[in-house]
Structures are given as structure tokens and as C-alpha cells.
């Protein structure tokens, strides 16, 4: 079974703290992606990697980035946290065009 | 640009009923469509997908799809609704492409 897994279920932070979010899978998937999840608007793509080191933008980059030093590990990074980053953080790896395998999430609170 | 539209935001049924969940979808290529589920504070789990082939499509837990390129949809469905099924779900269409579209999601109550 594919296992993805994230650093942190529950996050709590200020704003204009600098917040990682680490996302870890097993698979040996070569893409990974970022997704925010918020009522009424499904899931939006921030980032995704197609490969170490490689990223593209998705749909609404702005405000946060990612690196992908291992193959197995992609991180997203918000620089300095506002209030309207507070979300649903969502993880997900494929192979190649196939079927994308999601983590548990990890809801963030930025007060 | 790919989109899915999922234009229930509720579907309710009665236990052992039937279940469907409609989605319609838009691409310029060829359609690779998905159903997840989530049950509440989980991540995504994949339920099943339309590749090509046959335009009925089986996955996990005893749940169906529906392709219908002319009416460009794509309803899940369950002949039997248990109380478990209770979540929310997620149709994805990707064209060629690594990106996943996603619609907005419709949370299914089933009452015992």
C-alpha cells in the first residue's frame, strides 16, 4: 500500500512566523503536490515536483514555496504566515500520470 | 483548462437505498476522471477511477462510476447506502497532464 504520511495533524502558529509543513512518502513516486482544502472550493493545487529538485507552480502559488531535496520528501513553506493561510494542507504522490495517494492533512491555524 | 463541476452540495438517503453523486466534467483531450472520498479530519482516499474501456467502472467499498462521454459526466454510485458511507466526496478529472482538477465536493448523509 502506497503510505503517505505528514509531519503534523494539529498546527497552531502566529503571524509572520515562518511555518514548514513536511510530507514523506514510501512509494518511490517521482511527483508530489501540494493542495489547500477550504469549504465550498475543493481542493487548490500550490505547488507540485516532478522530480528532486524540479517544481512548478499550480493555481495559487502565491505566498508559499517548496523544495524537494530527496526524492521520497516534499516540503511546503510559508514564508511568513497571515491569518488567510489558515487551511487544510494536503499531500499527495502519484507515478507518472497515475492515481494520486493522499496523506491524512494537517489543519493550520494562523492567528 | 480542465474543470469539474459537482452541482450537489448535499445528497441525503435513507439506509439501503440507492446512492448517487452527480459530477459533469470539461477537457480539451481525453478524460482521466476520479472519485475520492473523505471521512472527517482524514486525507483523501481513492475510491476508483475512468481510465478508458468500459464505461461502467468499479472500486473500493462496493462503489460504482458511471462514464457518459455524451452528457460529459461522471456519477458515482452505490446500489445499497450504509450509515458508513457518510462523508465527503470529491470527482477529479486530469487531461494530459500531471494536474488534477477538483470539484467542490458533496457531503453525503445517509440516516439509518
Known amino acids: 500500500d502506497v503510505k503517505v504520511t505528514q509531519s503534523s495533524r494539529y498546527l497552531v502558529k502566529r503571524t509572520g512566523e515562518k511555518v514548514f509543513l513536511e510530507c514523506v512518502q514510501d512509494m518511490d513516486h517521482e511527483n508530489m503536490f501540494w493542495y489547500r482544502q477550504d469549504p465550498g472550493l475543493g481542493l487548490r493545487l500550490i505547488y507540485f515536483s516532478y522530480d528532486v529538485k524540479m517544481k512548478e507552480k499550480g493555481d495559487i502559488p502565491e505566498g508559499y514555496s517548496v523544495s524537494r531535496e530527496k526524492k521520497e520528501r516534499f516540503s511546503l513553506i510559508l514564508e511568513s504566515a497571515s491569518t488567510n493561510q489558515t487551511s487544510m494542507y494536503l499531500c499527495?504522490?502519484?507515478?507518472?500520470?497515475?492515481?494520486?495517494?493522499f496523506g491524512p492533512g494537517t489543519r493550520l491555524t494562523v492567528l | 483548462a480542465q474543470s469539474v463541476a459537482q452541482p450537489e452540495d448535499q445528497v441525503n438517503v435513507a439506509e439501503g437505498n440507492p446512492l448517487t453523486v452527480k459530477c459533469t466534467y470539461s477537457v480539451s483531450g481525453n478524460p482521466y476522471l476520479f472519485w475520492y472520498v473523505q471521512y472527517p479530519n482524514r486525507g483523501l482516499q481513492f475510491l476508483l477511477k475512468?481510465?478508458?474501456?468500459?464505461?461502467l467502472v468499479k472500486g473500493s467499498y462496493g462503489f460504482e462510476a458511471e462514464f457518459n462521454k455524451s452528457q460529459t459526466s461522471f456519477y458515482l454510485k452505490k446500489p445499497s447506502a450504509l450509515v458508513s458511507d457518510s462523508a465527503l466526496y470529491f470527482c477529479a478529472v486530469r487531461d494530459d497532464d500531471y494536474k488534477l482538477s477538483f470539484g467542490a465536493g458533496t457531503t453525503v448523509t445517509v440516516r439509518a
Open positions: 499527495a504522490s502519484s507515478l507518472g500520470f497515475d492515481t494520486q495517494y
Open positions: 475512468y481510465i478508458t474501456g468500459d464505461n
